[in-house]
């Protein structure tokens, strides 16, 4: 079965420290993975495609890999600003013929100052 | 631009009703989705149009209809509305299928008595 997993869940931090979130799957046919941010009360706000194990992508204190099994998302030196809820989407499939976008359940991260 | 713009933005029902709820996009998007979201299950998808004049089922389709009214406006019709149906209703379009970046509008809070 298809399967999206984020962890940590929740995560807290102070400000300026670095941490890690991760989003592993078991889908068939991985053809891309897309990372959201969430703020409360609001939709999510799209951050990056990957396509490919190996690939990064970076967006000021937020970098994105992806590796055959899990994409992490680094934060580095985190500000308050960060706190969000992080969505990771796995497109999987062929689009038209069972191809299918599988969200995780996010992680909540807060920054403290 | 607006982006993609919901209403209404809350709504109560009672066991039953019946309710539209509206989605627009300015971004001349070919593609359109509704999801919900509810406490520890991610964002599911439950109907979704390709392209104008073309409407699928997704994961949660039940209790749901839709209509892909012109390329801009997408909206989702509750006939008779259960409790089950709480939750916080997404819409999103991208360029052109599930391959691209989703946009999301700010979301409709529904609670169902």
């Known amino acids: 079965e298809d399967q999206v997993t984020q962890s940590p869940e929740a995560l807290r931090l102070q400000e300026g420290e670095s941490s890690s979130l991760n989003c592993s799957y078991t889908v068939s046919g991985l053809r891309g993975l897309f990372w959201y941010r969430q703020d409360p009360g609001k939709g999510p706000e799209f951050l990056f495609t990957?396509?490919?194990a190996g690939e990064e992508k970076e967006k000021e204190r937020l970098k994105a890999t992806l590796t055959k099994k899990e994409s992490f998302l680094h934060i580095t030196a985190p500000k308050p600003e960060d706190s969000a809820t992080y969505l990771c989407a796995v497109l999987a499939g062929i689009y038209n013929q069972g191809g299918k976008l599988i969200f995780g359940q996010g992680t909540e991260l807060s920054v403290k100052p | 631009n607006a982006g993609v713009t919901q209403t209404p933005k809350f709504q109560v029902l009672k066991t039953g009703q019946s309710m539209t709820l509206q989605c627009a996009q300015d971004?001349?998007?070919?593609?359109m989705y509704w999801y919900r979201q509810d406490p520890g299950m991610g964002l599911r998808l439950i109907y979704y149009s390709a392209s104008e004049g073309t409407t699928d089922k997704g994961e949660v389709p039940n209790g749901y209809n839709v209509s892909r009214l012109n390329k801009r406006e997408f909206s989702l019709r509750l006939e008779s509305a259960a409790p089950s149906q709480t939750s916080v209703y997404f819409c999103?379009?991208?360029?052109?299928?599930?391959?691209?970046?989703?946009?999301f509008g700010p979301g409709t809070r529904l609670t169902v008595t």
């Open positions: 971004m001349n998007h070919n593609s």
């Open positions: 999103a379009s991208s360029r052109q299928g599930i391959s691209y970046e989703q946009y």
């Open positions: 990957l396509y490919s």
